[in-house]
């Protein structure tokens, strides 16, 4: 079974702190890694996406990799109560007829004022 | 402007009925996904099509029916075999299978 876990939280943090989620996967064959941001009622938005080990920012967001763990987080600096939402992790895993894209449940952050 | 389009936002159907969620997109994407999310879980695969008049069964396909007769477009139909059709739908599309995924704005649906 072809998995991607997250910590359900919810993670609370102040105004202007880092937020870091976390997620880790069952395929080591993993190629693509995708995070994205879902805020109540809404559709996933899409933040980042990282292929490669190591770090990769976008603006107050960085996506960090290490294949070798099996995990990939993201970190929110000076995290915004509108950052508040629910975070997905979806990861591309080898299966019958090439990749499938397999999300996490999410992780809820919390941003206190 | 490019994006997705999903109707209607909200639908309410009587149990037994089937019923058809239309999504479009104007992305000029190849791939086309369906997703279903219940509350507090993960989005789980129902059908996916990498190209025009081609599709393919995700994890949770029973009850569900889908065509990809044009680029554009990839209607899901939910069918009165699903036995628990109330979920909020989602689309999706990529440019190629297996490339970062762009959501529409969900169908909401309650069956009763």
């Known amino acids: 079974q072809k998995e991607v876990e997250q910590n359900s939280g919810p993670l609370s943090v102040p105004e202007g702190a880092i937020a870091s989620l976390n997620c880790t996967y069952s395929?080591?064959?993993?190629?693509?890694f995708f995070w994205y941001r879902q805020y109540s009622g809404k559709s996933p938005e899409l933040i980042m996406f990282?292929?490669?080990?190591g770090d990769k920012e976008d603006g107050r967001f960085t996506a960090q990799l290490n294949k070798a763990s099996q995990y990939v987080s993201l970190l929110i600096r000076d995290s915004q109560p509108s950052d508040s939402a629910t975070y997905l992790c979806?990861?591309?895993?080898?299966?019958?007829?090439?990749?499938?894209?397999?999300f996490g449940a999410g992780t809820r952050l919390f941003v206190k004022a | 402007d490019g994006g997705i389009t999903q109707s209607p936002k909200y639908l309410f159907r009587k149990e037994g009925q089937n019923v058809t969620l239309s999504c479009e997109q104007n992305?000029?994407?190849?791939?086309m996904y369906w997703y279903r999310q219940d509350p507090g879980q993960g989005l789980r695969l129902i059908y996916y099509?990498?190209?025009?008049?081609?599709?393919q069964k995700g994890d949770i396909a029973e009850g569900y029916s889908v065509s990809r007769e044009k680029k554009e477009s990839f209607p899901l139909t939910v069918t009165s075999a699903q036995k628990n059709p109330t979920a909020f739908y989602l689309c999706?599309?990529?440019?190629?299978?297996?490339?970062?995924?762009?959501f529409g704005p969900g169908t909401r649906l309650t069956v009763t």
């Open positions: 999706a599309s990529s440019n190629g299978f297996g490339y970062e995924q762009y």
């Open positions: 395929d080591r064959g993993s190629q693509s």
């Open positions: 990282i292929y490669s080990n």
């Open positions: 979806a990861v591309n895993m080898s299966g019958t007829g090439g990749f499938k894209t397999i």
């Open positions: 992305l000029n994407h190849d791939a």
């Open positions: 099509s990498q190209i025009v008049n081609d599709f």
